[in-house]
């Protein structure tokens, strides 16, 4: 057992936080020994209250009353007169930081102005020497290549010169392959071995052929054998099974299982099977969509090899053994033996070794899109040609309590300390992780050097910004997860946004990004602020070039909505209720129609493959550096957040008529009360465009009426978190967004909604229209409260 092993972790660990004193409004000093404290600070530190000693020797009765009256009348007027001063606003705009009185500390530069500033500092040079050095060596959470590079970031972060840094560690069950006894899959005959898949991934260049590397596992996935016939089961979705059991008849029980990666997260794949009694399931990644047919593989291109695998993860969200609350020390734990999420092993292989298996299988032929491009006839089985031949799946993965850490960075604002803009990258990899996730992280380090260099000219925003590396996403959001259940009181009051970059780009095209409807304006912004990185494109800014390669409605660049739970935007938007909005750059998907980059948590994600054919001279990186600080710089110092909310009444008003469109008929004919849903949302579109006529007409004089604006716009968001969760996954609360029950990786529009109808429909389940009904009935309140949220009082 290493020294990763969890060891017991106290509340006196130095590298606790207590973000609820923290973040508190707080004097912040100057090298000089200066204030920097916030405007009612600086109000109430210019009175003085000290009686005049003069006065007070005074021996008349009657002249010390008359003089003490006439001198709390002088200090009133004073007070008064300070008040209007600092208060009242003399032609001025909402965002001028020289005049208003809540821009904070006078002399500051205008947001635009320090955008510029910061982005100008941002220098790709350091970006490549970040990558190269993130990526030298294997990086997962709770191993000795994880921990190395928590101390790495901690160390530069703390040179960067912001305010504070610190280490958040977590105590959660981990998964692991067993290094002396490898997963593998087998084809027998009776005690004889015909064939076995491979234990490692043959070494391509000199970073493939590390000792640390880690053998190819789904972590989480049960520890067994599982030996019976294969069946086919393309990408093992719902409607794959449904195929398989309905028009072919097919009984899947005691089956060993293969499927294609994509479409749908690993997890849900096992799941699938497992609840089609399924012995067992591998799968693997098929050229169709991983390696477009005929062309040059890693290393000569980035596609990926036949040696090639995915790794990943078949585990739900935060850790197991702690649900809904932080794995810190003291905390309750389930056992081992009570989780039941998953109990049939699974292994991935790669498509080289997949092809074995699949070229000797019997049975019909596959519909043609089950097919892939190997070069084989696609069967479906069951069993193979040869009656004799069996697949045998052995899987010896370990589970254990390990000890994962977080790093944590500060700057705090200088006019309202307590209200949060959040960065947020994880930091583990499955082996290198040069793209997915270090990309991000080594531009998240450049990003705190250029802002702590602007703490150094004076230069601090108005808002705190936190930035946030995750260990253990890669297992399960574990990080984000039990660190935004620790600080879950402090985000749900006082957060306005969380930036979530998974990885800065997985090819150097064009920008993606789901967002949080009310983000959207403040992402168009600033990429309109950002050069464009394809210096052979005539198209000057960010903005222009991705409306051009993605365009959207209305004119605007393409965004989507949700954002599923895919990455660690997860528990701050499906939670805790902060608006969020994930981005990277990809490649241009009508050429490749592919399910993602093709080396993905594969061995070949190494340096070698990024600068040589993700982003060679790092220019995408820097523009995602540059989009990154930019946003979070405008959320920081806005003095009126640039929140629509009148977009996400649009969005919703959409989602209600594509419900009726639908499922008009039937629910008519259940008494489903539809009617009240669609009254619902006009009434909160009545609210929204209410909310945003006051908003561009208000007469703002002070600190406090931006406060309540913004509170009002940050509790937007809010309003659509259910308390109670979705039925059967209680850890998901957004009632407009949330991962399919189906997909994790994907959201649905009202997903408790959606979801009870496919159960519906789809399984005959006529016991489900009472939850429908209820569904419906927590959506209509649910969006009427909202609109009560944007009114004057709200009562």
Same mark, same amino acid.
């Given at each position: 057992?290493?020294?990763?092993?969890?060891?017991?972790?106290?509340?006196?660990?130095?590298?606790?936080?207590?973000?609820?004193?923290?973040?508190?409004?707080?004097?912040?000093?100057?090298?000089?020994?200066?204030?920097?404290?916030?405007?009612?600070?600086?109000?109430?530190?210019?009175?003085?209250?000290?009686?005049?000693?003069?006065?007070?020797?005074?021996?008349?009765?009657?002249?010390?009353?008359?003089?003490?009256?006439?001198?709390?009348?002088? +200090?009133?007027?004073?007070?008064?007169?300070?008040?209007?001063?600092?208060?009242?606003?003399?032609?001025?705009?909402?965002?001028?930081?020289?005049?208003?009185?809540?821009?904070?500390?006078?002399?500051?530069?205008?947001?635009?102005?320090?955008?510029?500033?910061?982005?100008?500092?941002?220098?790709?040079?350091?970006?490549?020497?970040?990558?190269?050095?993130?990526?030298?060596?294997?990086?997962?959470?709770?191993?000795?290549?994880?921990?190395?590079?928590?101390?790495?970031?901690?160390? /530069?972060?703390?040179?960067?010169?912001?305010?504070?840094?610190?280490?958040?560690?977590?105590?959660?069950?981990?998964?692991?392959?067993?290094?002396?006894? *490898?997963?593998?899959?087998?084809?027998?005959?009776?005690?004889?071995?015909?064939?076995?898949?491979?234990?490692?991934?043959?070494?391509?260049?000199?970073?493939?052929?590390?000792?640390?590397?880690?053998? *190819?596992?789904?972590?989480?996935?049960?520890?067994?054998?599982?030996?019976?016939?294969?069946?086919?089961?393309?990408?093992?979705?719902?409607?794959?099974?449904?195929?398989?059991?309905?028009?072919?008849?097919?009984?899947?029980?005691?089956?060993?299982?293969?499927?294609?990666?994509?479409?749908?997260?690993?997890?849900?794949?096992?799941?699938?099977?497992?609840?089609?009694?399924?012995?067992?399931?591998?799968?693997?990644?098929?050229?169709?969509?991983?390696?477009?047919?005929?062309?040059?593989?890693?290393? /000569?291109?980035?596609?990926?090899?036949?040696?090639?695998?995915?790794?990943?993860?078949?585990?739900?969200?935060?850790?197991?053994?702690?649900?809904?609350?932080?794995?810190?020390?003291?905390?309750?734990?389930?056992?081992?033996?009570?989780?039941?999420?998953?109990?049939?092993?699974?292994? *991935?292989?790669?498509?080289?070794?997949?092809?074995?298996?699949?070229?000797?299988?019997?049975?019909?032929?596959?519909?043609?899109?089950?097919?892939?491009?190997?070069?084989?006839?696609?069967?479906?089985?069951?069993?193979?040609?040869?009656?004799?031949?069996?697949?045998?799946?052995?899987?010896?993965?370990?589970?254990?309590?390990?000890?994962?850490?977080?790093?944590?960075?500060?700057?705090?604002?200088?006019?309202?300390?307590?209200?949060?803009?959040?960065?947020?990258?994880?930091?583990?990899?499955?082996?290198?992780?040069?793209?997915?996730? +270090?990309?991000?992280?080594?531009?998240?380090?450049?990003?705190?050097?250029?802002?702590?260099?602007?703490?150094?000219?004076?230069?601090?925003?108005?808002?705190?910004?936190?930035?946030?590396?995750?260990?253990?996403?890669?297992?399960?959001?574990?990080?984000?997860?039990?660190?935004?259940?620790?600080?879950?009181?402090?985000?749900?009051?006082?957060?306005?946004?969380?930036?979530?970059?998974?990885?800065?780009?997985?090819?150097?095209?064009?920008?993606?990004?789901?967002?949080?409807?009310?983000?959207?304006?403040?992402?168009?912004?600033?990429?309109?602020?950002?050069?464009?990185?394809?210096?052979?494109?005539?198209?000057?800014?960010?903005?222009?070039?991705?409306?051009?390669?993605?365009?959207?409605?209305?004119?605007?660049?393409?965004?989507?909505?949700?954002?599923? /739970?895919?990455?660690?935007?997860?528990?701050?938007?499906?939670?805790?209720?902060?608006? /969020?909005?994930?981005?990277?750059?990809?490649?241009?998907?009508?050429?490749? *129609?592919?399910?993602?980059?093709?080396?993905?948590?594969?061995?070949?994600?190494?340096?070698?493959?990024?600068?040589?054919?993700?982003?060679?001279?790092?220019?995408?990186?820097?523009?995602?550096?540059?989009?990154?600080?930019?946003?979070?710089?405008?959320?920081?110092?806005?003095?009126?957040?640039?929140?629509?909310?009148?977009?996400?009444?649009?969005?919703?008003?959409?989602?209600?008529?594509?419900?009726?469109?639908?499922?008009?008929?039937?629910?008519?004919?259940?008494?489903?009360?539809?009617?009240?849903?669609?009254?619902?949302?006009?009434?909160?579109?009545?609210?929204?465009?209410?909310?945003?006529?006051?908003?561009?007409?208000?007469?703002?004089?002070?600190?406090?009426?931006?406060?309540?604006?913004?509170?009002?716009?940050?509790?937007?968001?809010?309003?659509?978190?259910?308390?109670?969760?979705?039925?059967?996954?209680?850890?998901?609360?957004?009632?407009?967004?949330?991962?399919?029950?189906?997909?994790?990786?994907?959201?649905?529009?009202?997903?408790?909604?959606?979801?009870?109808?496919?159960?519906?429909?789809?399984?005959?389940?006529?016991?489900?229209?009472?939850?429908?009904?209820?569904?419906?009935?927590?959506?209509?309140?649910?969006?009427?409260?909202?609109?009560?949220?944007?009114?004057?009082?709200?009562?």
């Amino acid at each position: 057992m290493d020294s990763s092993v969890r060891k017991r972790v106290t509340n006196a660990d130095s590298d606790q936080i207590n973000m609820s004193t923290d973040l508190e409004y707080e004097n912040l000093q100057d090298e000089d020994g200066g204030h920097r404290g916030g405007w009612f600070d600086k109000l109430f530190s210019n009175l003085s209250l000290a009686d005049d000693p003069k006065m007070v020797m005074k021996s008349n009765r009657c002249n010390r009353c008359y003089l003490a009256t006439l001198l709390i009348s002088c +200090l009133a007027f004073l007070a008064v007169g300070i008040l209007i001063g600092y208060f009242v606003k003399d032609n001025t705009t909402p965002n001028d930081n020289e005049t208003n009185p809540a821009s904070g500390l006078a002399g500051q530069p205008s947001v635009e102005e320090a955008i510029r500033k910061i982005i100008n500092r941002l220098d790709k040079s350091k970006i490549k020497e970040n990558l190269r050095l993130y990526s030298s060596d294997t990086r997962m959470s709770g191993t000795p290549g994880g921990n190395e590079l928590v101390h790495i970031l901690e160390k /530069s972060w703390k040179e960067a010169g912001i305010d504070s840094v610190k280490t958040t560690p977590y105590d959660v069950l981990m998964s692991y392959p067993n290094d002396t006894h *490898p997963n593998k899959i087998q084809l027998i005959s009776g005690n004889t071995v015909l064939f076995e898949s491979a234990t490692a991934e043959k070494p391509l260049d000199a970073d493939s052929n590390k000792k640390t590397i880690v053998a *190819p596992f789904n972590a989480f996935a049960s520890a067994g054998v599982a030996e019976g016939d294969l069946v086919y089961v393309n990408y093992a979705r719902i409607e794959d099974f449904m195929y398989l059991t309905k028009n072919l008849s097919m009984d899947l029980t005691g089956k060993v299982l293969i499927a294609r990666y994509g479409k749908i997260f690993r997890g849900s794949k096992v799941e699938n099977a497992q609840n089609h009694n399924a012995s067992g399931i591998v799968m693997y990644t098929d050229p169709s969509d991983f390696n477009m047919a005929g062309e040059a593989t890693y290393p /000569s291109s980035w596609w990926m090899p036949d040696t090639g695998v995915q790794r990943g993860t078949v585990g739900p969200d935060g850790d197991f053994l702690t649900p809904f609350y932080p794995a810190k020390d003291y905390a309750y734990r389930k056992t081992e033996k009570d989780i039941a999420e998953f109990r049939i092993p699974a292994q *991935p292989i790669s498509y080289g070794d997949a092809e074995k298996f699949l070229r000797e299988l019997n049975g019909v032929e596959a519909p043609p899109d089950w097919r892939g491009k190997l070069n084989i006839t696609y069967r479906i089985g069951t069993g193979f040609s040869n009656a004799s031949l069996k697949a045998k799946l052995i899987v010896n993965n370990f589970e254990e309590i390990r000890t994962i850490y977080n790093v944590i960075g500060y700057i705090k604002g200088s006019v309202e300390p307590d209200r949060y803009i959040l960065l947020g990258n994880h930091y583990d990899a499955w082996v290198f992780g040069s793209i997915d996730p +270090l990309s991000g992280t080594a531009a998240l380090t450049e990003i705190i050097h250029s802002l702590g260099d602007m703490l150094k000219q004076g230069i601090r925003p108005k808002r705190t910004i936190v930035f946030c590396s995750w260990g253990a996403e890669e297992h399960g959001l574990f990080g984000s997860t039990e660190w935004v259940e620790e600080y879950m009181k402090v985000l749900y009051e006082r957060s306005i946004a969380y930036l979530n970059v998974d990885y800065a780009a997985d090819y150097n095209y064009v920008l993606t990004a789901g967002t949080s409807p009310l983000l959207q304006d403040t992402l168009y912004e600033t990429t309109k602020l950002i050069a464009n990185p394809d210096k052979t494109s005539s198209y000057k800014t960010l903005y222009d070039i991705w409306n051009k390669r993605a365009p959207g409605e209305n004119g605007e660049p393409s965004v989507y909505y949700s954002l599923g /739970s895919g990455s660690d935007m997860a528990t701050f938007y499906q939670r805790a209720g902060v608006p /969020s909005v994930d981005m990277w750059f990809t490649y241009n998907s009508d050429k490749w *129609p592919i399910l993602s980059y093709p080396v993905y948590h594969s061995a070949y994600e190494t340096i070698n493959l990024y600068e040589n054919y993700i982003d060679p001279d790092y220019s995408y990186n820097l523009a995602m550096a540059q989009l990154w600080s930019g946003m979070a710089w405008k959320l920081a110092n806005d003095d009126l957040l640039k929140f629509d909310v009148r977009r996400y009444s649009t969005a919703i008003t959409h989602f209600v008529s594509n419900l009726e469109n639908k499922f008009s008929k039937s629910w008519h004919a259940q008494n489903v009360n539809i009617d009240a849903l669609k009254s619902a949302a006009q009434n909160l579109t009545d609210s929204a465009n209410k909310f945003q006529t006051y908003v561009k007409s208000a007469s703002i004089k002070s600190a406090i009426d931006y406060r309540i604006i913004n509170d009002k716009m940050i509790q937007f968001e809010r309003a659509f978190i259910d308390p109670e969760g979705l039925p059967e996954r209680r850890i998901y609360k957004h009632v407009i967004f949330a991962p399919s029950k189906y997909d994790s990786y994907s959201d649905n529009d009202f997903p408790g909604i959606v979801d009870t109808m496919f159960e519906i429909e789809s399984n005959k389940a006529v016991d489900k229209w009472d939850q429908l009904k209820q569904q419906v009935s927590i959506a209509t309140f649910t969006i009427q409260s909202a609109a009560n949220t944007l009114d004057d009082v709200g009562l």
